[in-house]
Structure formats: C-alpha cells, structure tokens
C-alpha cells in the first residue's frame, strides 16, 4: 500500500497495531514511533510522576525514555509486553535520576496542586488526596514504585516484579508495607489536624 | 482507613496528578519525532554496528549479509595493509623468495638461497660453518629490504648466522633447526637431503 504525504501517513498511523507500529518503528518509520508515544506517553508520565514526585524530573524522564526505547528498539523481543518493557526503560532511568537527586537536591513536589480546584470535589476529599500527595513523597522509593505501578499503571504484580527485577512477593510485601506506612501517615496527619 | 478505600484513593490521586499535567504532554509526540529526525544521521558507527549485530539474532539472511560484508571489509583490509606496510609486505616477499628458493633448490641440487627481511639496514652479511664462518654479503639489489644470496654448497647439515649492521642474528624463519651456541642461537640448513630439507 502506498501512503503518500506525511499527513496521510500518521493519520494511517492512528489505527495500526502495536506491533506493526513497531515493526514499522524499526524499520525507520519515525512517524510510527510518534504514534507509539502518543500511545504511552500518559502511562510514563504518570510512572515518573509517582517514582519521582517530581514534575520537571518526570517530564524529563518521560521525553528521555521514548528517545532511549527507540534507540534501543532493536533490542525489544515481540513476545514480550511492549509496556513492561518502556515501563523497564521508565524505572531505571527514573533510579538513575534519583541517584543524581541525592546530591543535587530540589524542591519536591507540592502537595498541594495548582488548579486543583474542582467543584465536583468535596473539600474532604481534596484534603485526603493532599495526604496521600504527601504520603507518597514521604514513603521510601522501594515501596512508592510498586504502589505507581499498581494504582496507576494498573500492572499485575507479575508485570511490576519483572520492571523492578524483583521477585513477586517482594513486590506484594512492598505494596502491603508502603500502604501501611500511607495509612500510618494518613491517619497522624488527622489527628493534627483535628487537634 | 479501609482497604479498598485507600486504593481508590490512591488511584484517584495518581489519576489526577497527572490528568493535570496533561497539558505538558501534548504535543509530546511530535517533539519526539522531530529530535529522532534530527538525531539519525548522529547515530556513531558503533551504536550501527551494535544495532546490525542485534537485528542479526533475528533474521537468517540479515546473518549471512553481515557475514559476507565483514569478509569482504578484512579481505579488502588485508590487501591494504600488506601493500602499505612495509613489514608485513616483506614478510609476503620473504615467502614468496622462499617458494622460488625451494624451486630453485629442488631443480637444482645444491644451490643454497639465504634471505633476510631487513628494511632500513646498511650490511647484511650470513657467516656460517660453510666458509669457517667468514662473512659473505647479501644484496638487495631491487631495494624492497628482502636482502638475499644464492650460495653452492655441497650436501651436508651447515650451522649458519646473519649479521645485520654488526648485530647477530641467529634465527632464521627459513631454518630447518636451531641450535644453541655461546649464549645465543644458530640457524642450520641440511643440502642434499631427501624430504622437506633442502
């Protein structure tokens, strides 16, 4: 088939498969790959975002892992998960990110969100959402990974041990131990407040 | 606080941390595409190289291409080097006197060829048990370095040594054997013998 202009090409982009995106990908097709980061460009964001709560790190991670997958695409096996696999990608350089956190220290986020002002929301609820904000920024990296991939990725705990090249109950441990540490958090961050 | 209820806490602030964000990611994509464009012709010769290597692992016939390329590029190399460098193009001289030596040799019994790689080097002399060890010099009369004489000799096994510029040089790559003496080495050479011997 042959597809002529560059418009005509992404537009024929948007109802491809994710593998022949990908096979499209690795044959040169730039444009294909633009689809593919179309495609899970939220998902990594969102993964930086929690690793790191860090908006400016995690929109640097997320541009940086779309240009390190596509140039190590050909590395990338067609039977395995193509999300687990730029998840991988995500998680490590988010580490590495971190690491460079330790000595170059900025602001984290705030818990506190500009606009975050949506009158379908309850005031309680803004005021739990603000907790649990500070609760993840709070909560060590071990257990804060595999809680973003859980709640907001929506992975198995299969997928998540495969990103962090942990074993799966150490995985569930994590998750179990980070909840309790948020709900431990939570529950003193009340009482302050109610006093 | 309940279980479930913290899950769905949990979701709804990820959720909404980064539905908020949304803005900073349109457009992601095109940004993206136009730093890939730009970034291709960059790609380093090694990061090529890894990339045909791991695409190999998967096709049969991309294996065989790389194959067939990387003969070609060490034989056209090979060719290269042994016109350009001096040494290896001696070396190549050396054995192909040797094959005209042995030749020589075998059609006519006696004749003895000494050759010695020496690229640079004022005298080259052999000194052996043939003459009492008295130097006779060897020419290079087409001046690649390949220094070399053509001696009669009758049948019988000859120690023998070169003498480059005043420096003793005891082993021959041409020798059927060596032999240790006064702290260094000696060639030796057998004529009239059947077999590989000259």
């Given at each position: ?22 096979r499209?990908?690795l044959d040169g ?44 695409l050909y590395r990338?096996?067609v ?117 | ?42 790609r380093g010769w090694l990061q090529t190289l890894t990339r045909l290597f791991a695409q190999m692992q998967r096709s049969r016939r991309r294996q065989l291409a790389v194959i067939g390329i990387t003969a070609v590029i060490f034989l056209f190399l090979g ?120």
């Amino acid at each position: 088939m042959y597809i002529g202009s560059k418009e005509e090409k992404s537009s024929a982009y948007h109802v491809q498969d994710e593998a022949s995106l990908l096979r499209a990908s690795l044959d040169g097709e730039i444009e294909a790959w633009g689809e593919i980061v179309n495609r899970y460009k939220e998902a990594v964001f969102g993964l930086c975002l929690g690793f790191l709560r860090n908006h400016a790190d995690a929109e640097d991670i997320n541009h940086d892992t779309f240009i390190r997958a596509y140039e190590n695409l050909y590395r990338y096996r067609v039977e395995k998960r193509f999300s687990t696999w730029i998840f991988t990608i995500a998680s490590n350089l988010c580490r590495n990110r971190l690491r460079y956190r330790r000595h170059h220290p900025i602001a984290p986020l705030p818990a506190q969100m500009e606009g975050g002002c949506n009158p379908a929301t309850t005031i309680a609820q803004e005021d739990r959402q603000t907790q649990i904000r500070q609760g993840l920024s709070r909560l060590p990296y071990r257990y804060r990974t595999p809680i973003t991939l859980r709640y907001y990725n929506d992975l198995s705990y299969h997928q998540i041990a495969r990103i962090l090249s942990l074993p799966e109950g150490t995985v569930k441990t994590h998750i179990y131990r980070g909840k309790a540490l948020l709900r431990q958090e939570i529950g003193e961050m009340e009482v302050i407040n109610h006093a | 606080m309940h279980e479930d209820k913290l899950e769905k806490l949990l979701r709804d602030t990820l959720q909404q941390e980064v539905s908020k964000e949304r803005h900073y990611l349109d457009g992601l994509e095109k940004e993206i595409v136009a730093e890939l464009t730009g970034q291709l012709p960059k790609r380093g010769w090694l990061q090529t190289l890894t990339r045909l290597f791991a695409q190999m692992q998967r096709s049969r016939r991309r294996q065989l291409a790389v194959i067939g390329i990387t003969a070609v590029i060490f034989l056209f190399l090979g060719i290269f080097v042994s016109e350009r460098v001096p040494l290896v193009r001696g070396l190549f001289s050396v054995y192909d006197k040797q094959q005209k030596a042995t030749i020589a040799t075998n059609s006519d019994e006696g004749q003895l060829l000494f050759v010695m790689p020496a690229p640079g080097a004022q005298t080259v002399a052999v000194v052996g048990s043939f003459n009492n060890w008295k130097p006779i010099l060897l020419t290079d009369e087409d001046k690649d370095g390949i220094w070399l004489t053509n001696l009669p000799l009758p049948p019988g096994r000859y120690e023998y040594a070169f003498v480059v510029d005043g420096r003793w040089w005891g082993q021959d790559p041409l020798a059927d054997e060596y032999v240790r003496s006064f702290g260094g080495y000696n060639s030796v050479r057998y004529v009239g013998y059947t077999g590989d011997k000259i």
